[in-house]
């Protein structure tokens, strides 16, 4: 549907950019035996989509483009940072549930956990909702990357600011607001 909507040659113009895709490198050892399948390099995990963000800007400055394409390239770039908000907040939304969902966890089973069986299962629990928090911080930061570059750097960056991992940080240490010097403590 992409070359329906944005054209063979915006489309093409995508996969003519040159990008890592496969993260590790491959040694002689783990390259298969000839009677065995070839591997490939193409994840569909990491293959590029053809999103308007992806177009390049090299495509989009050329002089012979329609004027009705350039508007319908600028509809598409509207829409896809409407829908990258939403997937922003619900990435957003879920960092927030993995942390409260780590926080009880510590408070609650690490803890709490007596024996080094239960120490064993309880830090296992809280490290899945680590990689869960984490990969959804990802998702955010991506789609803030993607919208600043389709939209006002200045509007995105305050609505969506930069996700830092001290921003995930959860005490669960109950403080006092009436101690002094708590009233400037930073709440993730």
């Known amino acids: ?71 319908l390239f600028s509809e598409l770039k509207q ?34 956990a007596l024996t080094g069986a239960e120490k064993a299962r309880a830090w296992d629990k809280a490290k899945l909702f680590t990689r869960v928090w984490k990969l959804h911080c990802r998702v955010y930061n991506h789609n803030r990357i993607v919208m600043m570059a389709l939209g006002d750097r200045l509007a995105v960056s305050d609505k969506f600011p930069l996700l830092e991992k001290r921003d995930c940080d959860a005490s669960t240490a109950v403080s006092n607001p009436n101690q002094p010097g708590q009233s400037t403590d930073r709440l993730p």
């Open 79 to 112: 829409t896809e940072l409407e829908i990258r908000e939403g997937h922003g907040d619900d990435a957003l939304e879920h960092v927030r549930t993995a942390v409260i969902h780590l926080s009880w966890e510590f408070k609650n089973t690490v803890r709490r």
């Open 1 to 71: 549907m992409a070359v329906e909507y944005l054209g063979e040659d915006a489309t093409d113009s995508i996969y003519h950019i040159e990008q890592l895709v496969l993260d590790e490198e491959v040694s002689e050892d783990d390259l298969p035996e000839q009677n065995t399948l070839m591997m490939t390099t193409a994840h569909p995990e990491r293959q590029v989509l053809p999103f308007p963000s992806a177009v390049p800007d090299d495509f989009l400055a050329d002089r012979d483009l329609p004027e009705e394409r350039r508007g």
